[in-house]
Structure formats: C-alpha cells, structure tokens
C-alpha cells in the first residue's frame, strides 16, 4: 500500500464548477501536511498548507481528518487556470523528507 | 530572488555511463532535497542535507546513486553506472531549516533519459 493515496483522475470539469480532491495516508505519525500544485512539465509548488482545524485561502479550502487520515482540497469557482496536478504531501519525520502522492489531475474547460 | 537552480536541464546518456546532476540552492537556504519524479507519479524522496552532512539518504535506490554538498550550498547528485530505470525527472528543493513544517521550494529538475 502506498504511503499516501490518491485518485489519480482526470477530473475535467467546466469553470465555474466546485471540485474536491482526497487524499489518505498510512503513517498515523504523519505531523505536517501540505497541497502541491504541479504545472504541466514544470517544478512542484506550494499551494498551502493543511491544518487541524482546517484553513481557507481565496477559492481553495484544505481540511484534515487525523483520526481518518485523510486530507481534503476543495476548489471552488474554478478557473482555466486552475488546470493542473495537485499534489498530496505528509511529512512524518523531524527532518524534511516529503512524501508524495502520485498527484491528481485537475483540467478545467471553458 | 533567484530560485533554485538545476543543470543540466536535459541529460541524454546510455546505459553503463555515469552522470552529474547539480543544484544550486536559494541562497541561504541549509536544507537542500533531492526527489525523482517518474512519469505519472508524484516525487519520490532520495536524500537530504542539513549543511554539509547527509541527514537522511533513506530514499537512494541503491549504491550508484550518491551525492554531496561539500560547502553547504551547491549539491551533486552523481548516478554511476545508469541503467534504463533510472530515467526520470530529478528534482532539487531547498528550505531555509529542516524543520518539518518548512516550505521547500523546488528546483525545475533534470530529465534525464537513459538510452
């Protein structure tokens, strides 16, 4: 089983549209959790951070389920721009190591 | 500022042959990464380094693959003896600490294609 799991989609979906993401993990150890965001032949970016008590930034909220393990994005109002892969991601140890999930792919149509 | 910065952004080699892949870090930045992202897949930890030494090399397939980072900046990954396999995007990241809540900011990879 893979560390941290993810639907791999396509999920196509029109702009406007509301759409979630889900994410689970293995390692109940896991302490920091994060949504990358990865353009199309390009470099992993931050998207957010995810919290406890959950956390909103603009269109996007992230919320985190510890007793499930389980890690949510939803984008809401979707635009054109927000084609990409997003990218699951738990840290478990006191370093920086990241672990990833295989990524979800997001494309938003006119 | 600049970002982090990766050379070559292409390598072509053949099998059997040994390669060099650098990083170069946002200045500053003590925590230096190295991940391998295959097609399709999310990234995949190999190493990394807090300063100088190797803080956690958990993640190298093998022994061909190593790496240093000799002054606490710049880093190396050297892959001897490439194989197939070992095609795929390396990817470099830096933080400003290893503290496990840091942002680590990614580098735009080398593609590397083992013929």
């Known amino acids: 089983r893979k560390e941290v799991e993810q639907d791999p989609g396509p999920f196509n979906v029109p702009e406007g549209a509301t759409v979630a993401f889900n994410c689970t993990y293995s390692n109940s150890a896991s302490q920091s959790f994060f949504w990358y965001r990865q353009d199309c032949r390009k470099e992993p970016k931050l998207l957010m951070s995810v919290y406890s008590s959950g956390n909103e930034d603009g269109r996007f909220t992230a919320q985190l389920n510890r007793a499930s393990q389980y890690i949510s994005l939803l984008i809401r109002d979707s635009k054109l721009s927000d084609s990409a892969t997003y990218l699951c991601v738990v840290n478990y140890n006191q370093g920086g190591k990241l672990i990833f999930g295989q990524g979800t792919e997001l494309s938003v149509k006119p | 500022g600049a970002g982090v910065s990766q050379t070559p952004s292409n390598k072509v080699t053949e099998k059997g042959k040994y390669v060099e892949l650098r990083c170069d870090p946002i200045?500053?930045?003590?925590?230096l990464y190295w991940y391998r992202q295959s097609l399709g897949q999310g990234p995949e930890f190999l190493i990394y380094f807090q300063g100088t030494g190797a803080a956690d090399d958990s993640g190298l397939p093998n022994d061909r693959f190593f790496a240093v980072r000799p002054e606490g900046s710049v880093s190396t990954l050297k892959i001897q003896r490439t194989e197939r396999g070992d095609s795929a995007v390396y990817l470099c990241?830096?933080?400003?600490?290893?503290?496990?809540?840091?942002?680590?900011?990614f580098g735009p990879g080398t593609r590397l294609l083992v013929l």
């Open positions: 200045s500053g930045h003590t925590a």
């Open positions: 990241a830096s933080s400003s600490t290893s503290g496990i809540a840091e942002t680590q900011y």
